[in-house]
């Protein structure tokens, strides 16, 4: 006799990318710099008071995103990552037998959720190319319907969603549903045609924004993730949130990391330069790498990706794969990066 709910036995497990001493983790599409200037002292001096509670409601961190972002600190909602704001976004939006509609591949927490809240998955095939099919999810949608989650940069393809086909989109969505833009990797977009979900569609009611400290900001450890919507739809995800997930420590390390936007830009500006010059020689032998405004890039090797990165493995350096489907990069320092197009 089982414990637990029988279902999750055909689960498809999060996988991690994996740790190896004296390797190269290019693994989990994290910056390569260490944390930001500013952030160990934050995290130090926190230290102190870690026998208190936090601050629930996370009200200096909520404000000061609030200013830079110019919305009202009631539109915002902190979590343990903004995987954690997925989940709990899926719990205000679905009774049982609601359905959500993501493109597929994509990132992979996203089914895991819909399979253990009330959610019901459905999951649009992206296009040959690798990037979401707007149409195809726009005539996914039915009654059922109360999420669609729009992912651009999409984990793990890299491919972006176009202003012009974003609009269309968007006006084809009923008023009911919700559209989650998860720009985890919005720090990396060079592409002027590739909107800023806040900026071009923060004011539809429905439309909620989720963006990350783990990535650009360099607080992967420290996991702090921050949605914006309507004061409804974020003062929902507020009540359902797990009680203090946005740590002490995770709460001055945010603050801290938003002290030092300049240097985190500097850092980006590295990773974008990277990305032109490694793309470019990967496609020389794969030139089917789709494009990319993530801070990663995509090899769609189907059968063969289980054997590619093990391959890397065996070379000194760890990429993540999805057998089946492909193996996703991430990109790293210029020595990193050598490394992988030697092991390629
Ligand atoms: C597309 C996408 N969304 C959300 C997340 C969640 O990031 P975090 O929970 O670290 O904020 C990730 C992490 O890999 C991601 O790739």
């Known amino acids: 006799m089982s414990l637990t709910r029988p279902d999750l036995d055909a689960l498809p497990a999060y996988v991690p990318g994996r740790s190896v001493p004296g390797a190269i983790k290019l693994a989990s599409n994290e910056v390569p710099y260490g944390p930001l200037p500013g952030v160990v002292d934050a995290v130090t001096a926190a230290i102190e008071g870690v026998h208190r509670y936090p601050d629930m409601g996370v009200t200096a961190l909520r404000e000061r995103l609030a200013a830079r972002l110019g919305v009202a600190p009631e539109r915002i909602a902190t979590g343990c990552g903004s995987v954690a704001l997925f989940e709990h976004l899926f719990r205000v939006t679905c009774l049982p037998g609601d359905e959500v509609v993501y493109p597929w591949r994509s990132f992979e927490a996203y089914p895991i959720i819909a399979a ?3 959610a019901t998955s459905v ?7 690798h990037a979401h099919d707007l149409d195809a999810m726009a005539a996914a949608i039915t009654e059922r319907t109360r999420l669609v989650i729009v992912c651009s940069p999409n984990n793990p393809t890299g491919t972006a969603v176009r202003k012009a086909d974003l609009d269309a989109f968007l006006d084809k969505v009923p008023a009911n549903v919700l559209v989650a833009l998860d720009e985890a990797y919005r720090e990396f977009v060079t592409d002027p045609d590739v909107p800023d979900g806040l900026v071009e569609y ?5 439309v909620v924004v989720l963006r990350t400290l783990s990535k650009a900001w360099g607080l992967a450890g420290l996991r702090v993730g921050y949605l914006i919507g309507t004061p409804e739809v974020a003062g929902a995800v507020r009540k359902v949130v797990t009680p203090f997930s946005t740590s002490l420590a995770a709460q001055a390390a945010a603050l801290a990391a938003l002290d ?3 240097e985190m830009l500097r850092r980006v500006a590295l990773i974008t330069a990277e990305r032109s010059r490694v793309v470019e020689a990967v496609r020389k032998v794969y030139p089917e790498v789709p494009e990319t405004q993530g801070n990663f ?3 769609p090797l189907g059968d063969q990706a ?4 093990a391959q890397c493995e065996r070379a000194g350096v760890i990429v993540r794969a999805f057998q089946g489907d ?3 990069v991430t990109l790293g320092t210029p020595e990193e990066n050598d490394a992988f197009l030697g092991a390629l």
């Open 306 to 309: 289980a054997e590619f990165a």
């Open 116 to 118: 253990t809240t009330a």
């Open 297 to 299: 890039f995509w090899l």
């Open 260 to 262: 030092a936007e300049d």
């Open 202 to 206: 923060g004011d539809r009611p429905n």
């Open 326 to 328: 492909g193996v996703r």
């Open 123 to 129: 999951r649009v095939p992206n296009t040959a190319d």
